[in-house]
């Protein structure tokens, strides 16, 4: 979906909108476009984006096609990107989830061989639910972590709990958040 560029606390300058996969009904600012931009890009204080000064490009696919998505990161990287945020993907419920590296991996893996780019994958949403909380995709709950964060040279990343402190030895992982190792013929994959 469409970052919300009104809003107070993101600073709208270097931002491009790419909006050729957001048709109706992403053509509506998103709440998690907007929350993403924040975190780079966020002007409110105390609660700064760690990469207020970087020039941002988004786009993606409202359909959430590969093709679509793979079009739009191709069009990131002419635009000059050096890291690609990829904020979506299986979320368990299809039941087509790999728990290994698929066709989509395996493309993010070329982007960093041959254009040099970082690839920063979410982990997703599938960790088991703790004291009742209900995780928001309603996934399956494995804790696996599913396509496009499987590529082998991709910085995969889960959520945690900060606790509201400045320190980070009372942080936790997110209930919700995946975690478990990907597989690997070799065990080895962290």
């Known amino acids: 979906g469409r970052i919300a560029l009104n809003n107070p606390y993101i600073s709208s300058a270097n931002i491009t909108q790419d909006t050729t996969y957001l048709g109706a009904p992403c053509d509506q600012p998103n709440f998690h476009a907007t929350a993403v931009a924040g975190a780079m890009k966020s002007i409110h204080d105390p609660h700064r984006g760690h990469s207020r ?69 979410a982990a997703g949403n599938n960790g088991r639910t703790i004291s009742g909380s209900n995780c928001s995709t309603g996934g399956d709950e494995t804790d696996n972590i599913y396509s496009p964060a499987l590529s082998y040279n991709s910085i995969t990343v889960g959520a945690y709990y900060d606790n509201d402190t400045w320190f980070g030895s009372d942080d936790i992982l997110y209930n919700c958040s995946s975690w478990r190792n990907p597989s690997s013929y070799y065990g080895d994959r962290e």
């Open 53 to 121: 000064g970087i020039s941002l490009w988004a786009g993606g696919s409202c359909n959430g096609y590969d093709t679509e998505l793979h079009n739009r990161a191709a069009a990131a990287v002419t635009w000059g990107a050096q890291a690609l945020n990829l904020s979506f993907g299986c979320d368990g419920k299809e039941g087509d989830c790999s728990i290994g590296p698929t066709e989509d991996d395996k493309y993010y893996d070329k982007i960093v061989f041959n254009d040099y780019r970082s690839i920063i994958a």
